[in-house]
Every structure is written in structure tokens, then in C-alpha cells.
């Protein structure tokens, strides 16, 4: 005869090897979901572009962001945290990335949304590289799903610039 301790033991690991297999059959199943989502950004208004005391480059944007992002979710998304990112090239570095909004968006019901807004966070450039800067607009985001890997994608949106004189 088994031990009480032998059985319990036998039953926790059955239990836990069966929920481990359910967890990854579960993760695996996002991969077969269509995900098609789609956004646009304009630039309302450049509210502000100056030069700080110390020499750096600040700009103050009115965005419009509008967004379907609800492909994203299946029966396994927890949340999706989404951000927009100004995106441009210097002469000393081949990617600088400004967050300038962001959003943790909960359940489907949010996903699809449309938004007037300043930059929320600040658009600084160390340094004075911004002038007739021309840069994209990237929207990514990251799908935290309840179980499994987390995902992260973009939607890159070129052709914007800034202009050659401070404001």
C-alpha cells in the first residue's frame, strides 16, 4: 500500500502537468486568431517648438489618434498597453524614439477608439536636432495575454516633419 503522503504527492503532480499542457494549448491557440488592426495619427497643430535654456530641442503636438485595435483580442488577452512613438535618424545615433501618448487599453469594448490630444509625455531631442526634423509616427503595442507569450507589434506612419524655425 501507498502512503497518504505518496498519493497527494502523485495527484499534485498530475495536476500540475496537466495544467502546464492546458496553459500551453491555450498560448499555442492565439496563434491561429486573424489579427488586422489599423490606425491613423495627424498632426493637428505644432503648439510649440522651442529651445530650452540648456540648449535642448522641445515640441509641444496636438494628435488625432484614431484606432481599431480590437483584432487583438481573443478569449486569452488580458489587456493590450498601447504607445505612439515620434521616431527619427540624427547624425550620431540611426533611431531615436520619443514616447508621446500612451494607453492600457482592458477589454475589446475600448480597442476601437478616437482620440484629440496634446503629447502627454514630452518631446524633447538632446540637443538641437529637431528643426525641419522629418520623423514617423509609430504606433505598438503589446498584447498581455492571460496565459503564454507576450506579443508586440507596430504600425509605422512616415512623412511627417517639423518646421525650420523655432515657434
Known sequence: MH???Y???ALLT???TALAFICAIASFSDKFSNQNPSAEIQILNINRLKKQSYGN????LTLDISADLQSLFTWNTKQVFAFVAAEYETSKNSLNQVSLW???IPDKEHA???IQTSNKYRFI???HNLRGREFNLTLHW???PKTGKMLADKIVMPGYSLPDAYK
Open 125 to 127: 531631442d538632446q540637443g
Open 7 to 9: 498519493r497527494a504527492n
Open 142 to 144: 503589446h498584447v498581455m
Open 3 to 5: 502512503s497518504f503522503g
Open 112 to 114: 476601437k477608439f478616437r
Open 102 to 104: 500612451d494607453v492600457i
Open 14 to 16: 498530475f495536476s500540475v
Open 57 to 60: 530641442d522641445e515640441v509641444s
